[in-house]
């Protein structure tokens, strides 16, 4: 069971690396040749992907589930019908969209362009996005095979292997000429590749179960997936509301030009929530496990020691992004994204950070079909959000959809905690004593001396951040490891580590 976790976790985190590195080596030479105008339109389209992206209807984690189930049982022909309800539903959805950007393309591409710009080159990207769309839905199909087939370690190699050709191709060819729709192009055939061998290998797995046949297609069993994947969908819509919409509401406000002094800080602090995510996401069939064999007290017990670890990597990054993050900005990209940037990292670290305080209540939620909180509570956090975000950028700039973010998660955070440790069946102060406290001492004496370091050196160079890193966690890992853990737990990780070695 560990040793599965471990692989699927580890896997998950080295996409998350390879994708930190090629941001890191692409993003600058995005911004350089295609300009801020057209690098806050790709981010505008990227979010209004990520919206049409909804209309999946919560399927993706539902086809997942199901492959996982139905794969225990045995049950071939179960399988097959998942297989081939889902892809005609997911490939007439690509289709339908595909369509609307195409007739975009055709009718009104001029909206995207600058004034007094001819039209043609994003005409030429809306059908490149058209093609786009219509490989990514069928392609959510075959990955979350995968996912339910406990194959993360081979949809990752295949993500990796596409991520690092599209980087090169882009570094190699780029220029200012080409840059948008070169981005766009190589992404779409990336994706379209990408798809393809993830259904060969899926094929391979289990040929029999997975190939597409019309007489599998069922209407009952679509409505019984929809009808699961609705709470998934409400919760996926709110989410892309909340992290999605800031980029759009500033270039609709403020145009195209403002997004990247929000986009790209906002990235750069997306990573601290996408690496908690890559951690976590193995943890829900583990929870389900447990909570079918009714091992209450082993479920406690993994929930307090694991969030105490998660906590306890959660604020020293979060700490670090703030302390260091305006200077790596202004090495990486350039000081003017960077002179917009310490507020915003400061807020949307604290976004991020607070939800991250409780990292497995989803995970463990789900796990004991108690998920419905969310499809409750998300969307009113995440309409809240909009409504904030429309206000506040046109009164503080892009420092206001940072200020939207961080109101909203404040007003659900303390809902998710009381239910989650409810369930748990323990108290609040319990869980914020075991899991929450115990890191609060080392990072604060670690954001004391990189403080100090930071104010005492002029952070110029990448060794200059290196070395603040360095000392941050020197400071910080032993103080953590001595103080935070108790030597039952330093055992017990001991044990686990060794038990998956052997």
């Known amino acids: 069971m560990f040793r599965r976790l471990a692989v699927n976790t580890g896997s998950n985190v080295a996409v998350l690396c390879v994708s930190v ?7 600058p030479v995005l911004v350089s040749n295609l300009g801020i105008y057209d690098y806050g339109l790709w981010e505008m389209l990227a979010a209004v992907l990520g919206y049409a992206g909804m209309l999946e209807l919560g399927l993706r984690p539902t086809v997942s589930r199901f492959t996982a189930k139905y794969n225990a049982e045995r049950d071939r022909a179960a399988l097959r019908r998942l297989f081939s309800t889902s892809l005609v539903f997911l490939s007439a959805i690509g289709f339908v969209v595909s369509c609307v950007f195409l007739l975009w393309a055709v009718l009104l591409p001029d909206v995207l362009a600058p004034a007094n710009e001819p039209a043609d080159r994003y005409a030429v990207l809306l059908l490149i996005l ?14 979350s095979v995968l996912e339910g087939m406990q194959r993360y370690y081979l949809k990752n190699m295949v993500a990796i292997v596409k991520m690092v050709s599209v980087c090169s191709i882009i570094l190699w060819f780029i220029t200012p000429d080409n840059g948008l729709l070169l981005l766009a192009g190589v992404s779409a055939v990336g994706l ?58 500033i270039g609709i406000i403020l145009g195209p030009a403002m997004v990247p002094f929000y986009s790209i800080p906002a990235n750069l602090v997306q990573y601290l929530r996408n690496l908690c995510s890559a951690i976590t996401h193995a943890f ?32 020293p990054l979060g700490a670090g992004a703030v302390l260091l993050g305006p200077a790596f900005l202004t090495i990486w990209i350039g000081p003017e994204i960077a ?25 463990y939620l789900t796990a004991i079909n108690r998920h419905g909180i969310f499809a409750i509570f998300s969307p009113v956090s995440a309409l809240l959000n909009l409504g904030l975000t429309i206000l506040l950028v046109q009164w503080m700039g892009v420092v206001g959809a940072a200020w939207a973010s961080l109101i909203a998660v404040i007003t659900v955070f303390p809902i998710y905690l009381v239910y989650t440790t409810r369930h748990l069946g323990i108290t609040v102060i319990r869980y914020v004593r075991e899991s929450i406290m115990p890191a609060f001492s080392p990072t604060l004496f670690m954001t004391l001396a990189v403080l100090y370091y930071r104010i005492e050196v002029e952070l110029t160079s990448y060794m200059d951040l290196v070395l603040g890193v360095l000392i941050g966690g020197l400071i910080y890992l032993p103080l953590f490891v001595g103080l935070a853990l108790t030597t039952s737990e330093r055992s017990f990780l001991v044990g686990r580590v060794f038990g998956m070695r052997r």
Do not use: C
Request: net charge neutral.
């Open 130 to 143: 058209a093609a786009n769309v219509l490989a990514a839905f069928p392609g959510h199909v075959a990955e």
């Open 192 to 249: 379209w590749v990408r798809n393809l061998v993830y259904f060969l290998i899926v094929m391979w797995l289990d040929r029999d179960s997975f190939r597409f046949k019309v007489a599998a297609v069922s209407l009952p069993h679509l409505r019984e997936l929809v009808v699961f994947g609705t709470k998934s969908f409400v919760q996926g819509v709110s989410y892309r509301i909340e992290t999605m919409t800031d980029s759009l509401v």
């Open 21 to 27: 590195v090629v941001a890191f080596i692409l993003t």
């Open 284 to 315: 829900m069939p583990l929870f389900s496990s447990l909570d079918a064999r009714h091992e209450v007290e082993q479920i406690r017990q993994i929930y307090l020691v694991a969030s105490k670890l998660m906590v306890g990597l959660v604020l």
């Open 339 to 363: 002179d917009h940037s310490q507020t915003i990292i400061l807020l949307l670290v604290l976004f991020l950070s607070l939800p991250l305080l409780n990292p497995f209540s989803s995970r």
